[in-house]
């Protein structure tokens, strides 16, 4: 289910190794290719996921961290709300590149695989849209969201549904839930890139640590 070629050069869901991802996507960015596929795609992520934060999140002068921002399209869509202070991380440094020009207060070359370098409770909320999918980011990056999180603040995310259960994303969600470190607010199927018939989870959580 959901091993499906998005249409890319080399199909996303046989990406394995970090090193694989960034060459992966550092070569999406050429020619602001990653943006006009996404355009013509109809890729919904950004779109669903800031509408869905918006509903929740009432104030707009918070601190927010975009795990795995790519080229800024999340941000882009939160502005449309009011908000304005984006924190972003990725991967891809020729996607980072590509970031509109004062969209963000920060921009950093980060594998959120690894330990981020952040201080805890550092950001009112966290969005992290279409970077859990094949190969990319791992259950494990939940923890280290939350920690640099705020108590209270929201976490909003999508998980590609081909990797939900295959890389544990839902036992690490019940984990969570179960130790008191979240608690759902909303989870459901959403559209993402319904045009390719690839769809992904949707959560939004608030952290109650
Ligand atoms: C599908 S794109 C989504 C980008 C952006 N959030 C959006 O919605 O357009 C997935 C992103 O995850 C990033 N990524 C993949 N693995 C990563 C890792 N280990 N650490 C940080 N970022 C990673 C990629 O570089 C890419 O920008």
């Known amino acids: 289910m959901a091993q499906k070629d998005v249409g890319n050069k080399v199909p996303i869901y046989k990406l394995k190794e970090t090193k694989e991802v960034m060459e992966f996507y550092d070569e999406w960015g050429l020619n602001n290719k990653y943006d006009k596929d996404m355009e013509e795609w109809n890729y919904t992520g950004p779109k669903e996921t800031a509408e869905v934060f918006a509903r929740y999140q009432k104030n707009k002068n918070i601190k927010i961290y975009d795990a795995g921002c790519g080229t800024g399209l999340v941000g882009l869509e939160l502005k449309k709300y009011g908000f304005s202070e984006f924190y972003g991380a990725d991967l891809s440094q020729k996607l980072l590149d590509l970031v509109p020009s004062n969209l963000y207060k920060k921009l950093d070359k980060v594998d ?83 045009s390719k018939d690839v769809n992904a989870w949707l959560g939004l959580y608030e952290v109650t640590k």
């Open 112 to 194: 959120l695989n690894k330990p981020i370098s952040e201080r805890e409770d550092d950001y009112d909320s966290l969005m992290c849209v279409g970077t859990f999918t094949f190969g990319h980011v791992k259950p494990p990056a939940l923890d280290e969201f939350i920690r640099i999180t705020k108590n209270k603040g929201l976490i909003c995310f999508t998980i590609n549904e081909g990797i939900h259960e295959e890389y544990g994303f839902d036992k690490k969600i019940q984990e969570l839930t179960k130790e008191n470190k979240w608690k759902k607010l909303e989870f459901f199927k959403s559209d993402y890139i319904a």
